[in-house]
């Protein structure tokens, strides 16, 4: 990567809003034009850790649920929050096992993505999970979840039709697809 100085500048920043999972700042700045602006900006206290379970016939998990910022039903691949101090395989191997019952016993991380560059610092990493064996689901207490088992091509035929909108799950499945050559 190359080593590029930041030609903005923080004049102010100040947080707005905070909880356990997001603070917001609003902050004035110096654009790199030189003129004076502001700038909101999202931090996330978790990284986003999503996972594409593979078995040995090539079929993958989908978790559907209802998204409440969209008001929409959405399906995803198993995915959730790591603390941004805890091991990222830890959380991945938590969040697999709670949202879909399946331990892997072979892991793979195939990259790193940031969700929304533009408006916040979030961070998501993606794992391929294979060598899996069922167990019993630990949804959250605030989770109704929908669980479907089907073939990894027909989960990228579904990020190609737009039934599968989320970014991890977009960037996971396609690339996926493409080390696998599907």
């Known amino acids: 990567m190359e080593d590029i100085q930041s030609p903005w500048t923080t004049v102010s920043s ?17 654009a790199p034009t030189g003129k004076p602006g502001i700038y909101g900006v999202a931090h996330f206290k978790n990284k986003a850790i999503g996972i594409i379970p593979i078995d040995n016939e090539g079929y993958t998990w989908l978790v559907g649920q209802y998204r409440y910022p969209l008001n929409e039903y959405s399906w995803e691949i198993p995915m959730g929050g790591g603390p941004i101090e805890a091991d990222i395989l830890e959380s991945a191997q938590r969040e697999l096992r709670e949202e879909t019952g399946l331990i892997a016993r072979r892991w793979e991380n195939i990259g790193r993505i940031h969700t929304s560059n533009s ?18 689901t630990e949804f959250d207490d605030t989770e109704i979840l929908q669980i479907r088992r089907l073939p990894l091509k027909e989960a990228v035929d579904m990020v190609m039709d737009n039934r599968i909108t989320d970014s991890l799950s977009v960037y996971g499945l396609l690339k996926v697809a493409r080390l696998r050559g599907l």
């Open 119 to 136: 408006v916040t610092d979030e961070e998501g990493f993606i794992f391929v999970a294979e060598d899996l064996q069922q167990e019993e």
């Open 14 to 30: 100040e947080v707005i809003y905070d909880n356990p999972w997001i603070r917001l700042r609003h902050e004035e700045v110096i």
